[in-house]
């Protein structure tokens, strides 16, 4: 007895398996950028980076100092979410600034713009090496936690400077707290967004890396997540701390002398490599 066409397109539906749609990266990687508040200043970006023994906040050096490397402010909060995106709460610490730095707990590097504060003492759970219990130090205070706690990216997931692939797929996490309107409803200040891009190239007297992906006052100090892909699998690593963006000057080209710059879509990243020497 045979089916007529209809019918057997019908029972192959049927029988069909339901598809789950997944994130294209990490779920747990959407907390990683942490929100930073310095009273009378601009809000800005990092992440926080586990070694085996502590904790770090990173950031751009500029978002913590100015040009004679000065304290920016006394103090600062930092704003961080779960590390499960569904659920509720904040991480919320406030930070002295002037404490830690008088303690050691703050590194600047000397040449490249990235800074690395220490801000809590970190102990693997037993079984379970990529989670940790922590210990604010001296300076550090939670004003609230979630229940999973605070998510810090492991050392294990930095990559190298020489190890980027120019033409690779980035993600970059920040807070890009000077787009939209002011009072208007198009963005939520409070909570990161991502931009995805590409390698564009790489500046080896610099040790600068170039990326095809824009970036705003605000996003100075996020996290960038290169995408490494392979036949068996997708692996995301950290390759360096958002610094500045690549203005283009359109008077140039009408050939006047008065400065007209704009935003390009192309931004500078800090490797990692300057990080590590600070942390080890």
Known sequence: MSFPLF?????????????????????????????????????????????????????AKHVLFDQIGQLLGPTMTLLSYPKDPKEPGVNRFSVDLVALNRAGEIKLHPSADVVVVRVAKSTPVPGDSSHFTLSAVTGVTAVETAKSGVLGASIDAVKKYDSVLVGNDVILFGYPTSLGIRGSPQLDPLKPLLRKGIVAGLKPDSKSIILDCPSYFGNSGGPVVEVDRTFAQNTFNIIGVVSQFVPFDQNLINHTLLPNLSNSGYSIVTPMDFVLELVK
Request: cysteine-free.
């Open 7 to 59: 019918n057997v397109v019908v029972l192959l539906l049927l029988v069909s398996p339901t598809v789950t749609a997944q994130r294209a990266l990490p779920d747990d990687n959407l907390a990683y950028p942490v929100l930073v508040q310095i009273p009378g200043v601009d809000e800005a970006s990092g992440f926080y980076l586990n070694t085996p023994t502590d904790t770090y906040f990173v950031s």
